[in-house]
T-cell receptor, first 114, second 110 residues
Framework: GAGVSQSPSNKVTEKGKDVELRCDPI?????LYWYRQSLGQGLEFLIY????????KSGLPSDRFSAERTGGSVSTLTIQRTQQEDSAVYLC????????????FGQGTRLTVV | GEDVEQSLFLSVREGDSSVINCTYT??????LYWYKQEPGAGLQLLTY?????DMKQDQRLTVLLNKKDKHLSLRIADTQTGDSAIYFC??????????FGKGTRLHILP
């Protein structure tokens, strides 16, 4: 594809509901990252996938957050029992082979929990 | 764990040079980056430097890396109104995890 694609671009959900956010990385990119950007905050690292290795989940803020990456390509970030503090822009990035320079970002999913 | 720190705001007069500073903690960083985020837009890579370099120049941009002090800076010469954005410093560790700072909002004064 032309770039990293994220869907939906906007999501409004009620507190307590589960949400799934999708990321389609650039074809052939082995590394995939999820970040969260809250209003006025920087990019908070959430999780990192590299090829077939076990993901680095060290940034997930609670056990309500999980992510998977199927077939080394598409990734889904799931937030269970959403809370208002989960409202943020969720950004996905992908990068070619390990050690490559650039991570390419998608446009993000703006999640609003009401 | 890894951490990246940068000041949150910088105001510069149009035509002057802007210098944005960043410190990081991971001594095994391989690459260090500057990303730019304009209002309502996504993140774009502005420039990067490999950890065995101490300087990189690209047109109006100069990146300086002091590996001993784990200090990175971005200098923008002849700052223009179009440079108004949030600038994120980031470091890539040997495990390829990329950690970002909170971003520096650059405001251009007329």
């Amino acid at each position: 594809g032309a770039g990293v694609s994220q869907s939906p671009s906007n999501k409004v959900t009620e507190k307590g509901k589960d949400v799934e956010l999708r990321c389609d990385p650039i074809s052939g990119h082995t590394a995939l990252y999820w970040y969260r950007q809250s209003l006025g905050q920087g990019l908070e690292f959430l999780i990192y996938f590299q090829g077939n290795s076990a993901p680095d989940k060290s940034g997930l803020p609670s056990d309500r957050f999980s992510a998977e990456r199927t077939g080394g390509s598409v990734s889904t970030l799931t937030i269970q029992r959403t809370q208002q503090e989960d409202s943020a822009v969720y950004l996905c990035a992908s990068s070619p082979a390990p050690g490559n320079t650039e991570a390419f970002f998608g446009q993000g999913t703006r999640l609003t929990v009401v | 764990g890894e951490d990246v720190e940068q000041s949150l705001f910088l105001s510069v007069r149009e035509g002057d040079s802007s210098v944005i500073n960043c410190t990081y903690t991971d001594s095994s960083s391989t690459y260090l980056y500057w990303y730019k985020q304009e209002p309502g837009a996504g993140l774009q890579l502005l420039t990067y430097i490999f950890s065995n370099m101490d300087m990189k120049q690209d047109q109006r941009l100069t990146v300086l890396l002091n590996k001993k002090d784990k200090h990175l800076s971005l200098r923008i010469a002849d700052t223009q109104t179009g440079d108004s954005a949030i600038y994120f410093c980031a470091e890539r560790g040997r495990d390829d995890k990329i950690i970002f700072g909170k971003g520096t909002r650059l405001h251009i004064l007329p």
